[in-house]
């Protein structure tokens, strides 16, 4: 089975600087789908970015992108620029590329931006 | 707009009462999943379902079944809650294909007493 480990349950950064997340998974699978969603407080988790495994170019999204090492099992995520409504828990998520439609979540990584 | 509407935010129900929570999705979306979320352990995978009539076990499906009798509804049933099952439940809907996003709804928080 797939596991999804997210190391750091707290961060917390100053406004307009550049945090990353990091992400590390297990998996025998040579194709997969990596994601990064995002959960502001009490509000709908929202999808943030996300990644093919056999597509090796790490996405970019604005102020979001990745830091992907397929070898390494890793997949972080970096926010440039911080703004205060990047203040959430990000949760890591990881899919099979065939079978069922099953997401697996790390354990989420609660950022806070400081003013 | 996709949009995923879960049928109450805030429930408070007593042990060994019979739960529903209720989802529906408008975007014809094909599968259907339910979560509980907890500190700590992030979000886990209770039941899901690819198809009207259709169910799979997730992580976690002990003390709870599902049922979904139409394409865009999917419900989650707590047959006894206990307190353990206290907790923030999630509903989320996606369509058939690896990079199509998941869209999730607002939560119900349910509160065993």
């Known amino acids: 089975a797939q596991t999804v480990t997210q190391s750091q349950p707290e961060m917390s950064v100053q406004e307009a600087e550049t945090v990353t997340l990091s992400c590390t998974y297990d998996?025998?699978?040579?194709?997969?789908?990596l994601f990064w969603y995002k959960q502001p407080p009490s509000r709908q988790m929202i999808l943030v970015i996300r990644?093919?495994?056999?597509?090796?170019q790490n996405v970019t999204e604005n102020r979001f992108s990745v830091n992907f090492q397929k070898a390494a099992k890793s997949f972080s995520l970096k926010i440039s620029d911080s703004q205060l409504g990047d203040t959430a828990m990000y949760f890591c998520?990881?899919?099979?590329?065939?079978?069922?439609?099953?997401?697996?979540f790390g354990t989420g990584t609660r950022l806070t931006i400081i003013p | 707009d996709v949009k995923v509407t879960q049928s109450s935010r805030y429930l408070v129900k007593r042990t060994g009462e019979k739960v529903f929570l209720e989802c529906v999705q408008d975007?014809?979306?094909?599968?259907m999943f339910w979560y509980r979320q907890d500190p700590g352990l992030g979000l886990r995978l209770i039941y899901f379902?690819?198809?009207?009539?259709?169910?799979e076990k997730g992580d976690i499906p002990e003390g709870y079944s599902v049922s979904r009798e139409k394409k865009e509804r999917f419900s989650l049933i707590l047959e006894s809650a206990s307190t353990n099952q206290t907790s923030m439940y999630l509903c989320?809907?996606?369509?058939?294909?690896?990079?199509?996003?998941?869209?999730f709804g607002p939560g119900t928080r349910l509160t065993v007493t």
């Open positions: 998996t025998s699978e040579s194709n997969y789908y």
């Open positions: 379902s690819y198809d009207v009539k259709m169910k």
């Open positions: 998520a990881f899919m099979k590329n065939f079978g069922n439609e099953k997401l697996t």
């Open positions: 989320a809907s996606r369509l058939t294909g690896g990079l199509y996003e998941q869209y």
């Open positions: 990644q093919e495994a056999y597509k090796q």
């Open positions: 975007m014809d979306h094909e599968n």
